[in-house]
T-cell receptor, first 117, second 114 residues
Framework: AQKITQTQPGMFVQEKEAVTLDCTYDTSDPSYGLFWYKQPSSGEMIFLIYQGSYDQQNATEGRYSLNFQKARKSANLVISASQLGDSAMYFCAMREGVTGGGNKLTFGTGTQLKVEL | DAGVIQSPRHEVTEMGQEVTLRCKPISGHNSLFWYRQTMMRGLELLIYFNNNVPIDDSGMPEDRFSAKMPNASFSTLKIQPSEPRDSAVYFC????????????FGPGTRLTVL
């Protein structure tokens, strides 16, 4: 079974609108962390936001927020007020606790976001 | 800090040749990761080190691939002999070992094997 599932291969959003990128995960480890990375067309991987499994509140970083629904095993990324520069590939990733694999990350297949005028 | 440094940025070689990719992690980071990214397989972890010791190499495709980390500031990924299917972007990333710390990625090496 896939550990990280991103079901939206591509998304379009209008500038200044909000957009939600979906991510579901699968783990039996009670301790895990969820990460989102952005990969623009230039190719670099840019860290956006982190959510720990024990965190009580949803993570936020500027225009990025993470809609963490633990019971549903989902960790959707919400980008508010989209900008043209947000056009990129977005990856969801999970780090499981010691029993699950140490500190390595497992990545999803990504969602290509295109912001339109 | 200069970030994670990888060299070369681009490598074109012929099938059968040896390829060595290099990585300098961020100073102070004690975990180092090698990833490979292709259209078909996405982003795959090849191997990672904690405190210069290889912890998990289950992602290394086959014996043609080897990785070393002789000290805290340098790692290599070697492919010998290279094959066209090895063509990909290879990323090195580093982090602190703490669970919640993000991995910082280098710019990647784009490898083309003809």
């Amino acid at each position: 079974a896939q550990k990280i599932t991103q079901t939206q291969p591509g998304m379009f959003v209008q500038e200044k609108e909000a957009v939600t990128l979906d991510c579901t995960y699968d783990t039996s480890d009670p301790s895990y962390g969820l990460f989102w990375y952005k990969q623009p067309s230039s190719g670099e991987m840019i860290f956006l936001i982190y959510q720990g499994s024990y965190d009580q509140q949803n993570a936020t970083e500027g225009r990025y927020s993470l809609n963490f629904q633990k019971a549903r095993k989902s960790a959707n990324l919400v980008i508010s007020a989209s900008q043209l520069g947000d056009s990129a590939m977005y990856f969801c990733a999970m780090r499981e606790g010691v029993t699950g694999g140490g500190n390595k990350l497992t990545f999803g297949t990504g969602t290509q976001l295109k912001v339109e005028l | 800090d200069a970030g994670v440094i990888q060299s070369p940025r681009h490598e074109v070689t012929e099938m059968g040749q040896e390829v060595t990719l290099r990585c300098k992690p961020i100073s102070g980071h004690n975990s180092l990761f090698w990833y490979r990214q292709t259209m078909m397989r996405g982003l795959e972890l090849l191997i990672y080190f904690n405190n210069n010791v290889p912890i998990d190499d289950s992602g290394m495709p086959e014996d043609r691939f080897s990785a070393k980390m002789p000290n805290a500031s340098f790692s290599t990924l070697k492919i010998q002999p290279s094959e066209p299917r090895d063509s990909a972007v290879y990323f090195c990333a580093s982090s602190l070992m703490d669970f919640s710390n993000e991995q910082f990625f280098g710019p990647g090496t784009r490898l083309t094997v003809l």
